[in-house]
């Protein structure tokens, strides 16, 4: 069940909020939701690179508060708003995770 939320989250939820928010333009916009899951690359640099009992949120420096707070920032700007929505989504559906990841111990 935590697997299917987590890739809802990542690939059914954009496309919900591509459809529902954007629909002249769903495509481009569900396009850019996806994009923002780049942010993942940040993964690449932690030995593992994956350990599924690691939670991204204030590991990956990509996923830290700080890039948080700037990825809040992005919704201010009409120009960046679907990438800062994108980039938050990414982080709490990776804050779900740690809550899952957490609960299991």
Known sequence: MQQFIH?????GFPLVIAWGFY???WLRAYIILLLTMLVDLDHLLANPVFDP????????????????????LLLIGPNTRLAGIGLLLHMVTDGIDCLFISSSF
């Open 53 to 72: 009992c690691r939670c991204s949120i204030g590991f990956h420096p990509l996923h830290s508060y700080v890039a948080i707070a700037g990825y809040a």
């Open 23 to 25: 629909r002249p333009r």
């Open 7 to 11: 890739y809802f989250l990542h690939f």
